[in-house]
């Protein structure tokens, strides 16, 4: 195989790779971690791969990192910022005492 054929080949897998993305891309970079879309964030991106890294040896550039930007991001996975919908315990003792 000669580097064109190589380079068709290559060129074809990444153009069915980006067909299948779900959500679908709508513009470029289009960067994806873990399957996930970072959209706009993507400027966070080594942010990102430190958070999503599962491995025991931490790579240098999350070393790099401040220690809160991963604890953070980390702490609120499902990036919610308020929480007003959700009632305490107590506030249900409070409305349903029995």
């Known amino acids: 195989m000669d580097f064109f054929e190589l380079f068709m080949q290559l060129e074809l897998q990444y153009a069915a790779e980006t067909s299948a993305l779900h959500p679908p891309h709508t513009y470029v970079p289009w960067v994806v971690v873990d399957e996930k879309p970072l959209y706009e964030d993507y400027e966070k991106f080594v942010t990102h791969v430190c958070k999503a890294y599962k491995g025991t040896a931490v790579p240098d550039a999350c070393k790099a990192l401040p220690f809160e930007t991963i604890a953070k991001e980390k702490a609120n996975p499902d990036g919610r910022v308020c929480y007003a919908e959700e009632k ?4 249900q003792k409070v409305e349903n005492p029995l």
Request: glycine share 0%; hydrophobic share 0%; proline share 0%.
């Open 88 to 91: 305490t315990t107590q506030q």
